[in-house]
């Protein structure tokens, strides 16, 4: 729980990129949110059971797995569906994510502020003066 309000909003970021999860890690931790992440071939439905993140952010293109079939299973799971997935690649497959549920798409290489964006646009509304996620400047 954060001093001033309700607890920060977790992500739990899924990507095999090691340099790209760090780097996710390090610019949402300082936005204000709580970060999980999972390790190279666990299941992203029981990791997400285990932490019970806010916001998925997935990669379509994963070492063993598919992006769009770990976001399938996630859809498929009554007590996951409703958690919004925010999915990323270099290719422009925006269309199939929104097919199997996901709640937002952003095509690689992304900007810091574009996923700010989509993040916060995805979690809805939050505190606005001091709270996670609130926009910089507004504390």
């Excluded at 340099?19 to 890690?25: A, D, P, Q, R």
């Excluded at 063993?64 to 498929?76: N, T, V």
């Excluded at 996901?102 to 606005?128: M, N, Q, V």
């Amino acid at each position: 729980m954060t001093p001033d309000g309700p607890p920060a909003p977790k992500i739990l970021v899924v990507d095999d990129d090691a340099i790209m999860v760090s780097l996710l890690h390090t610019l949402l931790q300082l936005d204000g949110f709580q970060v999980v992440g999972a390790q190279p071939g666990e299941s992203i439905a029981d990791r997400a059971r285990e932490t019970r993140p806010d916001l998925i952010l997935l990669d379509v293109f994963l070492r063993g797995a598919d992006g769009l079939d770990q976001l399938s299973r996630l859809k498929a799971e009554a007590d996951l569906k409703a958690i919004p997935v925010v999915m990323c690649s270099g290719m422009d497959v925006g269309d199939q994510c929104a097919a199997r549920g996901a709640a937002a798409f952003l095509i690689k290489p992304y900007s810091p502020d574009h996923l700010l964006e989509t993040i916060r646009a995805c979690l809805g509304p939050r505190p606005a003066a001091g709270g996670p996620g609130a926009p910089k400047g507004q504390t």
